[in-house]
């Protein structure tokens, strides 16, 4: 692994006891090509080879009884310092992937590109984490949505994947994550290819036209009414335009006809 070497190049380093399961992201598509154009930079540690036991245990059984074990904090306390030490970065912020955290949305993608070169992602396992590392070692809790997985190594793979298409370089267009949905609060319009003619659908006339301020007027139009029909709650965080309001009114109106 690298040392990072400016600012333009985002590490991640996950804490995980699967590290062959969260590196796969770095050999397939958008994540495998931000990090093979060292624009992302993947580290994996694994709190087994902190473990003081003979056994490399890293988990033991809940003080007051319940069912399944607990991550204890040495192992995962010793594998997060490791992740620290590193890469010549000054902080690096430490996130444990969580159903009881912050919901991951698309303006905590942009934030954490912004502000956060380095990231350090805590996948638990079991019944979860003692909590006095959470309470001394993480910094933030995050969760992917409300439902709850075997690990966190799958979220901590959603949130790398979502990370390198932000970062600048990695896409093939850049105007792809500009126009990707919840990039300016609303879901994205629909997508047309070959053949223009399909068991009787046809591709829109408009965008055959060749007419690009027609086409992205056309589009706006199309984004507002697919966000009202499928995510109405997404307007109540928009502060819409005079124009975008027009073009909502008639989307309702030709929808309604």
Not at 203 to 216: C, D, K, Q
């Amino acid at each position: 692994m690298q040392r990072i070497d400016g600012p333009s190049v985002m590490r991640i380093d996950v804490v995980t006891l699967f590290p062959e399961m969260v590196e796969t992201v770095s050999r397939y598509g958008v994540t495998g090509r931000a990090i093979e154009r060292d624009i992302m930079q993947l580290a994996c540690w694994n709190p087994r080879d902190y473990s003081l036991d003979t056994y490399r245990a890293v988990d033991d059984r809940p003080f007051g009884g319940g069912p399944g074990m607990v991550m204890m904090v040495q192992p995962l306390r010793d594998a997060i310092e490791a992740a620290r030490q590193a890469a010549d970065v000054a902080e690096s912020r430490v996130i444990y992937l969580s159903p009881q955290g912050r919901r991951l949305d698309h303006s905590y993608i942009r934030e954490m590109v912004e502000q956060c070169g380095r990231l350090i992602l805590v996948a638990g396992r079991y019944e979860g984490i003692d909590e006095r590392l959470l309470e001394t070692e993480i910094d933030e809790e995050l969760s992917i949505g409300d439902f709850v997985l075997s690990g966190g190594e799958l979220a901590s793979m959603v949130v790398i994947d979502a990370l390198a298409r932000q970062l600048p370089g990695t896409l093939g267009h850049e105007e792809s994550s500009r126009q990707d949905s919840f990039s300016d609060g609303l879901l994205e319009y629909g997508q047309y290819t070959r053949p223009r003619e399909i068991d009787g659908m046809e591709v829109p006339e408009i965008l055959l036209s060749g007419n690009h301020e027609a086409i992205r007027v056309w589009r706006e139009k199309q984004a507002l009414g697919r966000t009202w029909l499928k995510r109405p709650e997404l307007f109540a965080g928009i502060e819409l335009t005079e124009q975008q309001r027009h073009l909502l009114d008639e989307f309702k109106k030709e929808y309604d006809s």
